[in-house]
């Protein structure tokens, strides 16, 4: 089998890149706001959140819900697809991540639409179900991996039929192909990846993307 020709992959990337994704300065300088402030840099990439933005302008979502919000990147990405009157629930473990988000959604004039909640997401997950949140259009989580088994089960307690549901990182390099991986976080994309396959209330796919290696999105629909 020939090698995976990883210059070429970065090469495409970075093609759809200049030809679908406009430079933004509100969204470089959320990469440099969230550098300044030492965040890790775990963000989706530009290609990838213009594909989020357009699953939710397809879709037609008024309300999102984000599980893991860093900086607020993607955040940006998906506010930007609802409408004035939408509502976005970001959830974020790291107070200084959820600090930096809020700054940059305020200057990305995202304020009145977004709003970042502190703390465990599973804990913020269950607060909203037992508050009798109304479902949600489309629900991305993107947090801890170990962590995507449960926040799907909590996802579904906050969809309705149609809802998309969307996780990042469920190919990591192709460790999740591994039948018992070793890492944590490989056994918990894996375990997500059997679970929206198997579900009989989700149709669903994985779709490989670029990101320095190859990594991608599930796509799932409430039945
Ligand atoms: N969606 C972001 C990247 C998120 S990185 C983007 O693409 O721009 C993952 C985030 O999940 C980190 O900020 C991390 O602090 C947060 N996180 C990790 N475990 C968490 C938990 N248990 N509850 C809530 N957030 C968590
Ligand atoms: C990493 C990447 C991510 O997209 C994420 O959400 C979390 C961690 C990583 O590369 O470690
Ligand atoms: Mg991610």
Redesign the pocket.
Known sequence: MPAFNEQLAQQIDTYIESVFVPADPVLAANIEN?DAAG??H???TPN??KFLYLLARISGARRVL????????????LGRALPASGRLI?????PV?ADTARKNLAAAGLDQIVEVRV??????LTAMIDGGEPPFDLI?I???KV?YPKYLDLALQLSRPGTVILA?NIIRNGAVMQEDPEHPDDRGARAYNTAVAAHPRLESIALPMFKDKIDGIAISRVK
Do not use: K
């Open positions: 969230a965040l890790p775990i963000n989706i990838q959140g984000e599980i893991g919000t860093l900086g607020g990147y993607s955040t940006t990405w970001t959830l974020e473990y790291s991540h703390g465990d997401a599973a804990a913020s991305f993107d947090a801890d962590g990042d």
